[in-house]
């Protein structure tokens, strides 16, 4: 599997703001080329989600689990209220 810097086959900038600080800069990609890296890694989040699949089907060992029990829904003891007034809300 790649890693997430190997999607992105571009060129990767610094950004500094304008204090000039090292440590205040931030690395930087085009849009395309941000988009392009996005494309490949779910081209290739589809490919081992197909492969595992198949692997899955051909193992033949479908394990069954139980059937989900619901359970009863109740009321909260404490009633729940609203943090701010409508008036801040709407603000």
């Known amino acids: 599997m790649k890693t997430p810097a190997d999607y992105l086959a571009c060129p990767v900038f610094e950004l500094t703001y304008p204090t000039g600080e090292a440590a205040e800069s931030v690395p930087v990609v085009a849009y395309n080329d ?5 494309e490949a890694a779910l081209a290739d989040a589809e490919k081992y989600k197909y492969l595992l699949m198949r ?3 051909r193992s033949g060992s479908v394990q069954q689990y139980p059937a989900m029990v619901a359970l009863p829904v109740s009321a909260p003891e404490t009633p729940v209220l609203p943090l701010y007034s409508p008036d801040e809300l709407a603000a």
Do not use: E, G
């Not at 941000?34 to 996005?38: D, E, I, K, P, T």
């Open 55 to 57: 692997a899955l089907r």
């Open 34 to 38: 941000a988009v392009r890296a996005v």
